[in-house]
């Protein structure tokens, strides 16, 4: 039986593209007597708004959705994730960074700049510094080299295929940002594991995502799911749909009189409203 989840951040209303997820989360669940589940991604306290997360529910209600109560909120769980960077703290795997995204972009300008976009490693190498950490906003980063040398190259199962990563796949990520206590990677694989998920169900942008987090898995002792990251509701020129771009939203299909189920029905067959398609990136 197969355990999904659908994971949105209440910073807006759901559009069309959360909804085809949600919908083949849903489904994929279901078919197999399994359970589907909502967590509510509202780390980011600067754009959760608590009148999105009521939206959440009454967009996926009126889909015909349903899943399993209690619904997970990511900002209830400060402790857990607090706990899980200890243990890589503990194992020398994270290191204190204190660049500003303004920081980094100029690293990676520089003549003699990585060429790639990853973090440069400015931060990786400076000594335990406990007094700065506490005068000094800083994130934590996942040491990725060491990482690997204790966990090996991860790799994941898709559609009956197992995957390996590539080095170039995997950063230094930020586990923990300065404002809050998780990022989404680690928030993300702590709480797959404690809802028994199986099945990560996902967009296909989503599949950068995939190699730093089971590789925290390893790292941390946690199961490893199956993966299926669905193609992508795109606007018919390619253009990716965005709540900052005002992409049509549930709730103003739902005023325009368009039936919900029916609208779920479509969408688990692929078929989409005219403007629109799906693309696997």
């Not at 849903?26 to 509202?42: C, P």
């Not at 028994?196 to 989503?206: E, I, P, Q, S």
């Amino acid at each position: 039986m197969k355990v999904s989840r659908f994971a949105p951040s209440p910073t807006g209303r759901l559009h069309l593209g959360h909804a085809y997820s949600a919908v083949i989360g849903h489904d994929l669940a279901g078919e197999s007597g399994g359970t589907f589940l909502v967590r509510i991604e509202d780390l980011d306290q600067t754009r959760s708004r608590a009148e999105h997360v009521d939206g959440i529910f009454e967009d996926l209600r009126w889909l015909g959705l349903d899943w399993a109560e209690p619904v997970l909120v990511q900002s209830q769980r400060s402790e857990v994730y607090a706990d899980a960077l200890d243990r890589l703290r503990a194992m020398g795997l994270v290191y204190a960074c204190y660049c500003t995204r303004a920081d980094i972009a100029a690293a990676l300008a520089a003549p003699h700049g990585p060429a790639a976009s990853h973090y440069p490693g400015t931060c990786r190498d400076l000594p335990e510094d406990a007094a700065r950490r506490q005068a000094q906003p800083h994130s934590w980063r996942l040491d990725t080299a060491k990482a690997l040398a204790l966990a090996g190259m991860p790799s994941w199962r898709e559609g009956g295929t197992t995957i390996t990563a590539d080095r170039a796949d995997l950063d230094d990520v930020i586990l923990a940002r300065k404002d809050a206590p998780a990022a989404y990677h680690l928030a993300c694989v702590i709480d797959d594991s404690a809802s028994g998920v199986n099945l990560v169900v996902r967009g296909a942008d989503l599949r950068s995502s995939t190699p730093v987090q089971r590789l925290l898995q390893t790292l941390l002792g946690l199961p490893e799911p199956d993966y299926l990251h669905h193609p992508l509701v795109r606007h018919d020129d390619g253009r990716r749909l965005a709540k900052r771009d005002l992409a049509p939203t549930l709730a103003a299909m739902r005023a325009a009189g368009v039936d919900g189920r029916q609208f779920a029905h479509a969408l688990k067959h692929g078929e989409l409203p005219a403007g629109f398609r799906l693309r696997d990136a």
